[in-house]
């Protein structure tokens, strides 16, 4: 069974930094790829960040030049995300996501609040 933990959330300033951390419990499986997804209140879920082994990361939008995907250790079933330059409407619950084959697996998430 795969439980995706997620740690790192927390209130920040507008322009401060956050590092989130995404571990696989209960299982050895290879995740590929491994994401970042948010949601705001009212808002949909939207893809932050992705990880894939075989291939360069991808990023939202917003994310462009302010977050950072990256494996950890060990890094088939580990990944995090480095928020630079946060702003407030980066204000959403974050969601750790790992695919195996045609299995989805996700956190329970994290919440990120930015205060102006």
């Known amino acids: 069974q795969v439980r995706l933990v997620e740690s790192g959330g927390g209130l920040v300033q507008a322009g401060g930094s956050l590092r989130l951390s995404c571990v696989s419990q209960?299982?050895?499986?290879?995740?590929?790829?491994m994401a970042w997804y948010r949601q705001a209140p009212g808002k949909e879920r939207e893809l932050v960040a992705e990880s894939r082994t075989d291939s360069a990361p991808r990023y939202g939008d917003f994310a462009q030049d302010r977050f950072y995907i990256g494996r950890g250790t060990p890094a088939r079933n580990t990944v995090y995300l480095q928020m630079y330059n946060l702003k407030p409407e980066d204000t959403a619950v974050y969601y750790c996501?790992?695919?195996?084959?045609?299995?989805?697996?996700w956190g329970q998430g994290t919440q990120v609040t930015v205060s102006s």
């Open positions: 209960g299982s050895n499986l290879g995740l590929n790829p």
């Open positions: 996501n790992g695919r195996w084959s045609t299995h989805s697996f």
